[in-house]
């Protein structure tokens, strides 16, 4: 069918036509498009996605691309060059990414499984655009297939848009080009400017300095190196820098507590930066310093994988998805559903870590300045890393490539940001007859996707698990290095750090990651309710209860997007229920479900009356289910302006949750309180929550997996 149409189309539209392959985002295959000589008709085609590609070399005249699939490289280009041409400025192209299309478009495919063709549907970019001389922000939406702008709309006035990468770079050279910045990194022995990084962080709460409002700005911890690949952090200056990115200038220094009493932000002259080092890298550890008693693991699999690739789909066991990516969320996972014996069952319409939230506990200024929302303020995805097979993920690996943009709005690729494998997981299942000795088992195998960004001196490994019985898991690596800060000599840290190493003041801090699960149960519509297991009902000695010993599940229904404000609640080994209730189970006749595990979360020590609290208010509470609304995908808002889940549930609390098509928001994370063994570089801290059918199978959904052939019964 595909072919016919692929002929159909080519036949016809021979002169507009863009036969163009697809790369593993859906790039266009310039080469091939310019051999047809037809480049130029690329974005006048009525026909954007047609055309032949997948990873596989399999049957390359499938038409492997959707609508969901992220901007081209050739789509990002027309986007700017649209708005370019539609209105002159002094443009910062702060973010170019695909407007996906409607749900309420898209939704009947994902539910009887279907693709819409991939040239149904208008291919759409949304940008957010910077006047880099009145920093006011602009939305625009570009209609790929006409190449018009469809909408320009100001943002609201004072927000703050993502900081760019080129940015983040920019910021730290005009740091050093100022003279004053200069005089005080002399003073602290350092003339070679070379040898002084500055780490941009976003501003952070600045409702207590006139001065800082309606600008554009990022704020500098200063640390020098002794030679230009040494560890920075072991050598943190004491004064902070404030840079005007719009005026591309420093405007303020500002002295940094060096002592334990340090409240008052005053300078405290003279402070000695230490020069002793501590370096990570292993070309900077002495050669006979490393442990030679380590033999290799290897992974090997033989008989190829078990996933397949087609464009961006991605099928393994019973599970299929559309692998996604942008600039804000890193790696969104699309339209994911489960193969029960033949049948197609939806789960997610989509699946995205939506927010991250990392606050810091030191109340001395300007530190109370440092709570840094990495995903609304750098975006997880312009900070994401290109893996590298063997070191990154082990085993036959897969990478999808992606495709970003500079601040000038030209495409640009960046290879290899979310790797796809297989791993051995233990045992899956197992039962050994006493009677007999004789023993089944079987061996777990996940398909783990992974992507990891690093923002400043954090690294997070980010990976969706997806296992046999059903289980899905999002699991967060946390890794880099600490943000540190300079103690005098004979200084302590206080009640807010810990000293990792001499002089080095590592403050407590929490982090905190959201996800945002558009939940589609098998079904559209789903509820969502609170699963506790307590003693009783009855005190001992009554009839319910004659001996004490009784316990039981509650479930209790969240109707409304006011009630839904839920926390974990361990004690209670609390989970939530999203059940689907025109489904019900065989057995129990109860909706089937899939019930979400947290995580022992700490909840966020910023009290509730503190002036930051209002920009990371939807961290109150755990969990929040919304009905869907179109646009809805951040917690903390788009412009994290205080906007986001307290204002859209707070407008409408009664807003009903039951038995329609939701959206479940989780919060989960630790607090850190940094160890010396965190320093100069932390090993892996983590954290995860899982995703578990309830009653949604009939049996245990992994019996089906063979045992190992090694195995045999022994007697
Ligand atoms: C996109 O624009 C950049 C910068 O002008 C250029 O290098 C690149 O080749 C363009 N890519 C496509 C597919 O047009
Ligand atoms: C699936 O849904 C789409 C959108 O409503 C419809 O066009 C298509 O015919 C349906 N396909 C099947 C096999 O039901
Ligand atoms: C400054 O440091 C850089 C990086 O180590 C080095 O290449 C350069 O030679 C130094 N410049 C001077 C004047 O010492
Ligand atoms: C350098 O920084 C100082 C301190 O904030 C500032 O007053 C001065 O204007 C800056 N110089 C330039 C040339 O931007
Ligand atoms: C730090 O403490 C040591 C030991 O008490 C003392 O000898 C030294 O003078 C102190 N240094 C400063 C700068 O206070
Ligand atoms: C924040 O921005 C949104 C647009 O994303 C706007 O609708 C909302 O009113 C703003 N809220 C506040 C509190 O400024
Ligand atoms: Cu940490």
Redesign the pocket.
Do not use: H, P, R
């Given at each position: 069918m595909y072919r016919i149409f692929y002929l159909l189309v080519f036949i016809v539209k021979i002169r507009l036509i863009n036969s163009i392959e697809t790369d593993n985002f859906g790039e266009y295959n310039e080469k091939l498009a310019a051999e047809k000589g037809l480049i130029e008709d690329i974005f006048g085609s009525l026909f954007p996605g047609i055309g032949s590609g997948n990873n596989n070399g399999n049957d390359n005249r499938r038409d492997t691309r959707h609508p969901l699939d992220p901007l081209t490289e050739a789509e990002i280009n027309a986007t700017s060059n649209i708005i370019k041409n539609y209105r002159r400025g002094n443009w910062i192209f702060n973010y170019i990414t695909l407007k996906e299309p409607e749900k309420s478009v898209l939704l009947p495919y994902f539910l009887n499984d279907t693709s819409p063709r991939s040239n149904s549907i208008p291919r759409r970019s949304f940008t957010i655009l910077l006047d880099r001389s009145s920093n006011q922000a602009y939305e625009i939406t570009v209609n790929l297939n006409t190449r018009q702008v469809e909408s320009w709309n100001q943002a609201p006035a004072g927000v703050t848009p993502t900081l760019t990468p080129e940015e983040l770079i920019e910021s730290e050279q005009i740091a050093r080009e100022n003279a004053t910045v200069r005089e005080r990194c002399r003073r602290l022995g350092w003339?070679?400017?070379?040898?002084v990084n500055a780490d941009p962080w976003s501003m952070g709460y600045i409702g207590d300095r006139q001065e800082y409002q309606g600008r554009r700005l990022i704020q500098l911890y200063l640390y020098g190196?002794n030679?230009?690949a040494d560890n920075q952090y072991a050598h943190p200056f004491d004064f902070l820098v404030v840079v005007d990115m719009l005026q591309r200038k420093v405007i303020n220094i500002e002295e940094l507590p060096t002592h334990e009493n340090d409240l008052d932000g005053s300078n405290k002259q003279g402070n000695t930066v230490p020069r002793e080092t501590t370096n990570y890298d292993p070309a900077l550890r002495p050669a006979n310093s490393f442990r030679n008693d380590l033999k290799p693991v290897k992974v090997t699999q033989s008989s190829g994988v078990s996933y397949t690739v087609a464009g961006n789909q991605l099928s393994w066991q019973k599970y299929k998805m559309r692998i996604g990516f942008n600039g804000r969320e890193g790696m969104v996972i699309h339209n994911l559903n489960y193969n029960d014996q033949g049948k197609i069952r939806p789960l997610f319409y989509r699946m995205s870590l939506a927010e991250m939230f990392i606050p810091y506990g030191d109340p001395r200024t300007p530190y109370h300045r440092k709570h840094v929302f990495d995903e609304g303020q750098y975006g997880v995805g312009f900070n994401t890393n290109s893996l590298k097979a063997q070191q990154d993920c082990i085993g036959e690996v897969y990478f999808f490539n992606t495709v970003l943009h500079n601040q000038k709005g030209e495409a640009q690729k960046v290879e290899r940001v979310v790797c796809v494998h297989e791993e051995d997981a233990g045992i899956l299942w197992k039962h050994t007859d006493y009677r007999t000795g004789k023993s089944s088992i079987t061996r777990s195998q996940r398909l783990a996707l992974t992507f990891v960004a690093t923002v400043g001196n954090y690294d997070y490994i980010f990976t969706w698990n997806f296992y046999q019985d059903g289980s899905i898991e999002f699991n967060v690596k946390l890794t880099g290095i600490l943000s540190v800060h300079l103690l005098a000599i004979n200084a302590t840290s206080g009640a807010h750090g810990s000293v990792v190493f001499p002089q080095i003041n590592a403050p407590y801090h929490q982090h905190f990651f959201s996800l945002r699960l558009d939940a589609e149960i098998d079904g559209n519509r789903n509820s969502v309710a609170v699963s506790d297991v307590t003693s009783g009902p009855g005190t001992t000695g009554t009839t319910q209860n004659p001996y004490g010993q009784a316990f039981t599940s509650n479930r209790t229904p969240l109707r409304t997007a006011g009630s839904s404000r839920t926390n974990i609640s361990p004690a209670t080994s609390r989970t939530w229920l999203i059940s689907n209730p025109q489904s019900l189970h065989t057995y129990s006749k109860q909706p089937v479900a899939w019930k979400l595990m947290p995580w022992a979360s700490p909840p966020m020590l910023l009290r509730k009356d503190s002036p930051i609290h209002p920009m990371a208010e939807w961290m109150d509470y755990n969990t929040w289910v919304t009905p869907y609304e179109e646009n809805q995908m951040f917690p903390g808002g788009f412009y994290l302006n205080n906007s986001g889940l307290p204002e859209w549930v707070g407008r409408n609390e009664n807003a009903n949750v039951d038995n329609t098509d939701v959206v479940i928001w989780h919060n989960f994370g630790l607090s850190h309180v940094p160890r010396a063994e965190d320093f100069p570089v932390m090993p892996i801290e983590q954290c995860s929550i899982m995703l578990k059918p309830y009653n949604f199978f009939k049996e245990n959904p992994a019996l089906d997996v063979p045992p190992p052939k090694r195995t045999r019964t022994e007697l």
């Open positions: 003339t070679n400017m070379s040898l190196k030679f230009e």
